[in-house]
């Protein structure tokens, strides 16, 4: 149970009339990569958001690391688990170096000034991740595919071990999100744990370890990808007709009817 | 040591430097405007044989005492802590509420302010009155408009920008109402000269009480930068960095409604300045606050000085400050936002 971010049994609900989420429990931890799927306003964001600790669940608990997340404060979480925006856009121009540095802000404080070792440590996290070119250029004046890896750079900067991302592949090129996929499976092995929503069944499929279906303001089905995903998962959870291809190496792709 | 750092710290270090030399260039170009006009050489001579390194000349001494140190020596102090207070609330504002249009009015303190400051002027109160009235207002605009928003239910920017147009709103209809009921010989003129700002008549001691509350409110806001930059990424975004969010937006709204109904109270509307100064600003530091929020002061004063000497000196009678810093301002606006656009490098 190291280092361990558990939702159990969540309730939910908007303006206290329509539960978004009645019952929802999902775990993740180091080194795991687990998708949530879930058609449009099943409550994926709310639930992360929850997990997060920005929204107070109604009932049910969040745990890290074993310990309720009320019990921690802002800032001790935001050394533990970093966070991803969905099509995040800046009002201001700042660049990308400052972008990572804000990372540094749940460890060194609000007054420490930044130093010299502290460029240096963004710089390498933007060159593990390839875009130290990008650095001295505006936030606001990169592509969404690289906004995300700053972003996540920034989450590195944080020194979390765990990342929830809400949808990162919106808005992303075809090349951009595999990619990204290929990213996180490489931070997953260097011991990163990846809480990731999505709308695409075949990334979730060949890149987690585990799926979560959210129906109904719980997660229905939560396993291997294998054992979870099927066109009758799909057809369930979008309401489409589609037919499943079995790749050789047990991967699996759906086609609409 | 990173070379990007090196570089990066040696540009910040020079602009900070030709920001404070053409804030003392500034300063000793307005001292030396004026009806009774003196020379670069008078300033520094006084100077000089004020700091006893060259012989006093008693009765000269005395004129440019005089000129200097009483007349407009005031009036500079108190446009360059005027110019800075709004310039720093109007960047803290853009910042908080991620929005490069918001301006220290946003929350209804100008609104405030002025309504306090008119109905001071109808009751017939001391001037000392029409300031406490106009701080009063200013406070208790965006006070309002922070407890409409409240009524939305859960507070965000978006509904504290509506609370403080609420606000605002609802003041600016209560000063037509005083202004139609003032007397219109010798009231409402009061008023409407009020509106457009003055700073003539501001003492030495009202600026060196207040100057120093103004300064805390700014340097308060200054340290706050970081977690400013968090916020102005966005709400959940600065949740994720471990910034409590509540905490600090009420905080920086608290500091930047202080010193700008203060510096309200003490000169009128100065419009512009706290919309235009930062933006000039960010194109000098760049958008992160522990740097622009100084800039924004350095800047705003510098504008604020020049701003204040042609408005006593453009023509025999003096304008009111607040004409100069809108025609400046628009103009300068236009050509800074043209360049903002582009980005800031």
């Not at chain 1, 069944?201 to 799926?211: C, L, V």
């Not at chain 2, 407890?147 to 709103?169: D, K, Q, R, Y």
Request: aromatic share 6%; with cysteine.
């Amino acid at each position: 149970m190291r280092a361990r971010l558990a939702a159990t049994a969540l309730v939910f609900a908007r303006n206290q009339k329509r539960r978004v989420l009645d019952g929802a429990t999902l775990a993740f931890g180091p080194g795991e990569i687990v998708s949530l799927l879930g058609a449009n306003g099943s409550g994926k964001t709310t639930l992360l958001r929850l997990m997060l600790g920005f929204l107070r669940p109604e009932a049910g608990t969040v745990a890290l690391e074993g310990r309720e997340l009320r019990a921690w404060s802002r800032r001790d979480i935001a050394r533990k688990v970093a966070y991803v925006a969905q099509n995040h856009v800046a009002p201001f121009p700042y660049r990308v170096r400052d972008v990572v540095l804000l990372g540094r802000l749940p460890r060194a404080g609000w007054l420490t000034p930044v130093t010299s070792h502290d460029f240096a440590s963004a710089d390498a996290l933007l060159d593990q991740l390839g875009i130290l070119t990008l650095a001295e250029r505006s936030y606001t004046e990169v592509s969404g595919g690289e906004r995300q890896l700053v972003l996540i750079a920034r989450a590195l900067a944080q020194g979390a071990s765990l990342l929830v991302m809400d949808e990162p592949m919106a808005g992303l090129d075809y090349g951009a999100q595999i990619r990204l996929m290929r990213l996180l499976q490489e931070l997953k092995r260097k011991g990163l744990g990846v809480l990731l929503s999505t709308h695409h069944p075949e990334h979730a499929f060949w890149a987690s370890d585990a799926i979560a279906l959210l129906e109904q303001g719980r997660i229905a089905v939560n396993g291997a990808p294998r054992d979870v995903l099927d066109a009758e998962a799909i057809e369930r959870l979008y309401r489409v007709k589609v037919s499943a291809l079995a790749a050789p190496d047990g991967r699996c792709a759906f086609l609409p009817e | 040591m990173s070379r990007a750092y090196s570089t990066d710290r040696a540009r910040t270090l020079l602009l900070f430097l030709g920001l404070v030399a053409a804030l003392l260039a500034t300063c000793i170009a307005a001292l030396s405007v004026g009806r009774y006009g003196l020379s670069v050489g008078d300033i520094l001579g006084f100077l000089a044989s004020r700091a006893k390194l060259a012989a006093p000349d008693q009765a000269r001494d005395d004129l440019l005492r005089n000129i200097l140190v009483d007349i407009r020596l005031p009036r500079i102090l108190a446009a360059a802590v005027i110019g800075a207070a709004l310039s720093v609330a109007g960047a803290a504002y853009q910042s908080v509420f991620r929005n490069p249009l918001a301006s220290p009015g946003l929350l209804g303190a100008l609104g405030g302010a002025s309504f306090g400051a008119a109905l001071a002027l109808i009751l017939g109160l001391s001037w000392i009155a029409v300031q406490g009235f106009a701080f009063a207002g200013g406070i208790g605009a965006v006070a309002l408009g922070v407890g409409v928003a409240g009524l939305f239910g859960e507070a965000s920017t978006i509904t504290l920008i509506l609370g403080g147009m609420i606000s605002g709103a609802f003041f600016t209809a209560a000063l037509s109402i005083l202004k139609y009921a003032a007397d219109p010989y010798d009231q409402l003129p009061a008023i409407v000269y009020w509106l457009m700002g003055s700073l003539a008549a501001i003492g030495l001691t009202q600026i060196l009480w207040t100057a120093p509350l103004m300064l805390a409110g700014m340097a308060a806001l200054a340290l706050l930068g970081r977690p400013l930059d968090a916020l102005a990424m966005g709400e959940d975004e600065a949740r994720g960095l471990g910034v409590p969010v509540a905490a600090l937006r009420y905080g920086a709204i608290a500091a930047a409604t202080f010193i700008s109904a203060l510096s309200v109270s003490l000169a009128g509307m100065i419009g512009w300045i706290g919309l235009f100064a930062p933006h000039f600003a960010r194109l000098m530091v760049g958008p992160g606050n522990a740097r622009l929020l100084p800039a924004s002061a350095l800047v705003g004063a510098i504008f604020l000085i020049a701003a204040d000497t042609l408005a006593r000196s453009l023509t025999r009678t003096e304008i009111p400050i607040g004409i100069i810093t809108e025609l400046l301002g628009i103009p300068a606006f236009i050509l800074v936002l043209r360049r903002a656009r582009k980005g800031w490098m």
